[in-house]
């Protein structure tokens, strides 16, 4: 039996964009969101006694790399020292060998050089575990080095690949070692552990190939729970289950309301907060559909939004909704774009006709760009949101 975490894409000191209209205290959590996250990771391996901990590249950005981050990861493996247990790390794109690192880390942390090596271990139980893994040189690698893996073809024990890199089928366009899962298979491994996708995703279940996304969400494209795998098992069978860490969720969520002053939408969007505040820090964008046809002016939006900020600064657990949209429930449905046919829309005659007089004027037409590439649906929204917002006195 074996047991070990996979973990990947810590990027300690990632930078936040700026949030100057955050509380002091919130901003501070968020500043500290993946070393907490990380601790976590710590402490559920001590609490369940693994033999090895893998990271899957990416603990650092390159260009945000801190002392401080350094120190942190330092202090971590000394805690998993203390009870034998050991580190395997790769370095990816976003923390590569070329950008040197000055903290010397512990004797039980293994880093993988620029070229593919194995390292062997043996498990509390006996058991023989092979890891092969390479870690970037540089931040821009794209050289598939998956032909340098071993097989494990007629050699007994555990093997696991250790890989930073992009799976053939996803859509992502940072395509750093790209790999197909017929690569990966033919090396007769038992678990792939994968790093550089911030999405949580299981490749195959024979063997195991897991992306367990990064430990910590930074923003909406990066959505709901974020943690590391607890695998274990044997050479006949390994099982992988997801465990969250993240120390702020980042979320995205609807709600109805049949409220249309300002008392009753805070009152339902605090309704809303105490709802999912159980669930632990975490920060929103929210959409408030009304169910009604009266407009709600932008000045009533935001004393809502301000009133709804305000109220989070004392709380622990934290639901901060920094992006709200309250809209009216049939106001998607009955846009003005719906009462033109579209062979009006299409009718070059009016659509010139309208154009005409501003594109003959020898001064405006110079700073204009040809109309015949405009998209005359997006113009007329346009236009509805212009009246729109007339209409909310903006």
């Known amino acids: 039996m074996v047991k070990f975490i996979h ?3 810590l990027h300690l000191d990632s930078p936040f964009k700026s949030r100057s209209y955050l509380s002091q205290s919130i901003f501070d959590d968020m500043q500290k969101s993946a070393y907490e996250s990380f601790k976590k990771i710590v ?3 001590l609490n369940e006694e693994i033999d090895f901990m893998i990271i899957s590249g990416d603990l650092f950005d390159q260009h945000n790399r801190t002392l401080r981050a350094e120190v942190f990861l330092k202090e971590q493996f000394e805690r998993l020292k203390r009870e034998q247990i050991f580190v395997y790390l790769c370095h990816g794109n976003h923390d ?5 690192i000055g903290t010397v880390w512990p004797d039980n942390v293994s880093v993988f050089s620029e ?4 390292y062997q271990t043996i498990t509390k139980n006996g058991e023989e575990i092979y890891l092969h893994g390479f870690s970037y040189q540089n931040d821009a690698s794209y050289e598939n080095k998956l032909d340098a893996y071993p097989s494990s073809q007629g050699q007994k024990g555990i093997h696991i690949g250790i890989l930073h890199g992009t799976y053939s089928k996803s859509n992502t366009n940072d395509r750093y070692t790209e790999f197909r899962l017929e690569d990966l298979n033919n090396k007769l491994y038992h678990y792939w ?14 063997p195991q190939i897991h992306y367990p996304g990064n430990i910590q969400g930074r923003h909406f494209k990066e959505l709901g729970e974020k943690g590391c795998l607890l695998v274990e098992g044997d050479d006949l069978k390994l099982n992988a289950q997801f465990v969250p860490t993240q120390f702020i969720r980042f979320e995205k969520a ?13 009152d339902d969007i605090q309704s809303f907060k105490s709802q999912v505040r159980k669930n632990g820090k975490a920060i929103y964008q929210l959409k408030v559909v009304v169910n009604s046809d009266q407009l709600i002016s932008e000045q009533d939006i935001l004393q809502v939004h301000e ?8 709380e622990h657990d934290f639901v901060f909704v920094e992006q709200l949209s309250i809209k009216n429930k049939y106001e998607d449905q009955n846009t003005l774009v719906k009462e033109f046919s579209p062979e009006l829309i299409d009718d070059t005659t009016v659509y010139d006709g309208a154009m005409n007089d501003l594109y003959l004027n020898p001064k ?12 005359r649906r997006a113009l007329i929204e346009h236009a509805e949101e212009l009246l729109k917002s007339d209409m909310r006195g903006e």
């Open 43 to 45: 402490d559920l391996a």
């Open 193 to 206: 552990a994968l790093g550089h996708i911030h999405e949580r995703q299981q490749l195959s279940d024979m």
């Open 254 to 266: 609807t709600i109805e309301s049949d409220k249309t002053s300002k008392q009753g939408l805070f």
């Open 7 to 9: 973990c990947a894409d």
């Open 115 to 118: 070229n593919v090596e194995t």
């Open 96 to 100: 590569p060998l070329s950008a040197s």
């Open 364 to 375: 405006a037409s110079k700073y204009l760009e040809n109309y015949s590439d405009f998209d």
């Open 307 to 314: 009133m709804i900020s305000d109220f989070e600064e004392n």
